[in-house]
Antibody, heavy 126, light 113 residues
Framework: EVQLVQSGAEVKKPGESLKISCQGS????????IAWVRQMPGKGLEWMGG????????RYSPSFEGQVTISADKSDTTAHLQWSSLKASDTATYFC???????????????????WGQGTMVTVSS | DIVMTQSPDSLAVSLGERASISCKSS????????????LAWYQQKPGQPPKLLIY???TRESGVPDRFSGSGSATDFTLTISSLQAEDVAVYYC?????????FGQGTKVEMK
């Protein structure tokens, strides 16, 4: 079964660091982009950025660049999202998701987010 | 960044009736290299991660009921639920993945009337 399993809920204080994880299984982890998506309480979805585990190419939304770090470890098929100094405004649920690869007559194409992790709830409060 | 704007923000539809959601992008999401619209639709139910329904604007993901359909091109897109079922009550998001920075619409909440 193709799946992404995320680490458990976290409760942290402002200023603390945090690294959450997303482990892929059932597919070739190296060849699919992994995206991170934030959902603040009662709000919509925000694309934070993504990583290609094959070569660790990383892209960030301007809204999140410098605020978080995305990384991946091919050896244990895990992607990570980390903060060096959390703020109360980082309180949210964070989803990882796999970018699909579709076969077409012209070859393969990277596509939308077809497999999602269950989400990691992060609460930052003093 | 490409801004995605959905309308309406919410709608209430009777069981078995049609629901339509509009999504407009501030720039085209049509790729000139392969003539595909890089536009997806997702469904999110409370307490669950989003689920991919439609990709390339009109291609249904495997396992998605055929009452869900997507249409449109370039900057104007529509998600249609032809006959609303109870299990379709959810929030629906469009997303463009044409530019390097991906963006979602703000979401449309679909409720039962």
């Amino acid at each position: 079964e193709v799946q992404l399993v995320q680490s458990g809920a976290e409760v942290k204080k402002p200023g603390e660091s945090l690294k959450i994880s997303c482990q892929g299984s059932g597919y070739s982890f190296t060849f699919h982009w992994i995206a991170w998506v934030r959902q603040m309480p009662g709000k919509g979805l925000e694309w934070m950025g993504g990583i290609y585990p094959g070569d660790s190419e990383t892209r960030y939304s301007p809204s999140f660049e410098g605020q978080v770090t995305i990384s991946a470890d091919k050896s244990d098929t895990t992607a990570h999202l980390q903060w060096s100094s959390l703020k109360a405004s980082d309180t949210a649920t964070y989803f990882c998701a796999r970018r699909a690869i579709r076969s077409t007559v012209a070859g393969t194409l990277d596509d939308a987010l077809d497999i999602w992790g269950q989400g990691t709830m992060v609460t930052v409060s003093s | 960044d490409i801004v995605m704007t959905q309308s309406p923000d919410s709608l209430a539809v009777s069981l078995g009736e049609r629901a339509s959601i509009s999504c407009k992008s501030s720039r085209t999401v049509l790729s000139t290299s392969n003539n595909k619209n890089y536009l997806a639709w997702y469904q999110q139910k409370p307490g669950q991660p989003p689920k991919l329904l439609i990709y390339w604007a009109s291609t249904r993901e495997s396992g998605v009921p055929d009452r869900f359909s997507g249409s449109g091109s370039a900057t104007d897109f529509t998600l249609t639920i032809s006959s609303l079922q109870a299990e379709d009550v959810a929030v629906y998001y469009c997303q463009q993945y044409h530019s390097i920075v991906w963006t979602f619409g703000q979401g449309t909440k679909v409720e039962m009337k």
